[in-house]
């Protein structure tokens, strides 16, 4: 009846999986058989000797998987949104998003320490732009090496001590059940997160009725709402993994709390805007702070 597309990671799988639940029981007529998962390796998990803003950006996570889609080898693809590029290939749209998890990131560290606790000098490794500018912004002596792989990988990188500390996702731990021991949550004034960190959004092709019938009663308007103001934002900055870029869009009743970053690679420059304003402004409030961000800083801003 439908044939899921992910990555073949751990959390890739969690993540399909939990749409596949999700999709069960929306729909007490399908059985379980009938919705397969496909596993389609990405240029992104081949690339492990290199950040992905040296090898491309984001859409090395989802190339291979969009084409899967288009020529109509799989129904839906099940993506991490944080990794998806926020312009689309035409025929494709993201149809629902899945209720969003805790947005913070965690410190993992051989031995438990916070921030400021890390040791002068000490080695931290991340693949992320966003949260190497954050951090140097905040602790310019420490050093910052690119560390990729999924969840599991670095964890034990970590416990080998090729490095000091790292981050995560609390997002991904919470879903793949996970608790290391020693980890330090980080605020979200310590460490704003990734545009829609934590979110879950599931593309198909955009003419493909039947698939986007099953898919409607699977979206959250909550995540779709604060997700799509933070992208916005994203896309009025032409971010990419290229860019250390963070936005966070919160709900309280009908008010809606914008927060976004942007930083120098190196974090030796950092600017900072926020909005407030009713859920229905979503867009138009990252369309703004987008847009003033973008004016602040130069043409060779990122040259760093």
Same mark, same amino acid.
């Not at 990405?42 to 996570?61: N, V």
């Not at 051989?110 to 951090?135: E, I, M, N, Y």
């Not at 963070?246 to 914008?258: K, N, Q, S, Y």
């Given at each position: 009846?439908?044939?899921?597309?992910?990555?073949?990671?751990?959390?890739a799988l969690a993540q399909a999986h939990e749409t596949r639940?999700?999709?069960?029981?929306?729909?007490?007529?399908?059985?379980?058989?009938?919705?397969?998962?496909?596993?389609?390796?990405?240029?992104?998990? @081949?690339?492990?000797?290199?950040?992905?803003?040296?090898?491309?950006?984001?859409?090395?996570?989802?190339?291979?998987?969009?084409?899967?889609?288009?020529?109509?080898?799989?129904?839906?693809?099940?993506?991490?949104?944080?990794?998806?590029?926020?312009?689309?290939?035409?025929?494709?749209?993201?149809?629902?998003?899945?209720?969003?998890?805790?947005?913070?990131?965690?410190?993992?560290?051989?031995?438990?320490?916070?921030?400021?606790?890390?040791?002068?000098?000490?080695?931290?490794?991340?693949?992320?732009? @966003?949260?190497?500018?954050? !951090? !140097?912004?905040?602790?310019?002596?420490?050093?910052?090496?690119?560390?990729?792989?999924?969840?599991?990988?670095?964890?034990?990188?970590?416990?080998?001590?090729?490095?000091?500390?790292?981050?995560?996702?609390?997002?991904?731990?919470?879903?793949?059940?996970?608790?290391?021991?020693?980890?330090?949550?980080?605020?979200?004034?310590?460490?704003?997160?990734?545009?829609?960190?934590?979110?879950?959004?599931?593309?198909?092709?955009?003419?493909?009725r039947r698939v986007r019938d099953f898919l409607a009663p699977?979206?959250?308007?909550?995540?779709?709402?604060?997700?799509?103001?933070?992208?916005?934002?994203?896309?009025?900055?032409?971010?990419?993994?290229?860019?250390?870029?963070?936005?966070?869009?919160?709900?309280?009743?009908?008010? !809606?709390?914008?927060?976004?970053?942007?930083?120098?690679?190196?974090?030796?420059?950092?600017?900072?805007?926020?909005?407030?304003?009713? @859920?229905?402004?979503?867009?138009?409030?990252?369309?703004?702070?987008?847009?003033?961000?973008?004016?602040?800083?130069?043409?060779?801003?990122?040259?760093?």
């Open positions: 009846m439908l044939t899921i597309g992910t990555r073949g990671s751990p959390l639940e999700r999709l069960l029981a929306a729909h007490p007529g399908l059985r379980e058989p009938e919705i397969a998962i496909r596993i389609i390796r990405t240029t992104g998990d @081949r690339i492990q000797d290199r950040s992905l803003a040296e090898a491309g950006g984001k859409g090395l996570f989802t190339k291979e998987i969009e084409e899967a889609l288009l020529d109509g080898s799989i129904d839906l693809a099940v993506h991490s949104m944080k990794d998806m590029p926020t312009r689309l290939p035409a025929g494709l749209a993201i149809v629902a998003y899945l209720p969003r998890e805790d947005v913070r990131d965690v410190l993992l560290a051989t031995r438990p320490t916070t921030l400021a606790g890390l040791p002068q000098g000490a080695t931290v490794g991340t693949a992320s732009l @966003r949260r190497k500018a954050f !951090l !140097l912004a905040r602790r310019p002596d420490l050093s910052v090496v690119t560390f990729r792989g999924n969840v599991q990988t670095r964890l034990r990188k970590l416990e080998e001590g090729d490095v000091a500390a790292t981050f995560l996702a609390l997002a991904g731990l919470h879903r793949l059940k996970i608790a290391p021991a020693g980890m330090h949550v980080l605020s979200v004034g310590d460490m704003l997160p990734a545009v829609a960190q934590g979110a879950i959004g599931i593309e198909c092709r955009e003419s493909d699977l979206d959250d308007a909550d995540t779709r709402l604060r997700v799509e103001a933070e992208r916005m934002l994203l896309d009025i900055l032409d971010g990419s993994c290229r860019t250390p870029i963070a936005a966070l869009a919160e709900l309280d009743g009908d008010r !809606l709390h914008l927060r976004a970053a942007i930083a120098r690679p190196d974090g030796s420059d950092l600017m900072e805007t926020e909005r407030h304003g009713s @859920r229905a402004d979503g867009i138009s409030m990252g369309r703004d702070a987008g847009a003033e961000l973008k004016g602040r800083i130069g043409p060779d801003f990122f040259t760093v």
